[in-house]
Nanobody, 118 residues
Framework: VQLVESGGGSVQPGGSLRLSCATSGFTFSTYAMRWYRQAPGKERELVAGISSGGTSTNYTDSVKGRFTISRDYAKSRVYLQMNSLKPEDTAVYYC????????????WGQGTQVTVSS
């Protein structure tokens, strides 16, 4: 299983970025996917999640209305569209695949840095 994030970078407040997570090594359509982030000195937090079928999404309150999670089954990718970025969105963003059942393990990507600063 591999999760490879891309799309991070530096942007001014109010700007936008689109993160991408390329996945391989598992049946993408059967797993929910999530994005987490970790800011310096803070705990890692859940940002957004999407169900295996793509019909259900959830967001942490601080990003509701600004971020959108989506997935592309043909490309086995999950995306995080981030609009109206704020300095407090600065963090390393991680793609995460939870496990399906007790015999499996979960997986993390290596992370991609997002910096929002003027």
């Amino acid at each position: 299983v591999q999760l490879v994030e891309s799309g991070g970078g530096s942007v001014q407040p109010g700007g936008s970025l689109r993160l991408s997570c390329a996945t391989s090594g598992f049946t993408f359509s059967t797993y929910a996917m999530r994005w987490y982030r970790q800011a310096p000195g803070k705990e890692r937090e859940l940002v957004a999640g999407i169900s295996s079928g793509g019909t259900s999404t959830n967001y942490t309150d601080s990003v509701k209305g600004r971020f959108t999670i989506s997935r592309d089954y043909a490309k086995s990718r999950v995306y995080l569209q981030m609009n109206s970025l704020k300095p407090e969105d600065t963090a390393v963003y991680y793609c995460y695949r939870p496990r399906n059942g007790v015999r499996e393990r979960d997986y993390w990507g290596q992370g991609t840095q997002v910096t929002v600063s003027s």
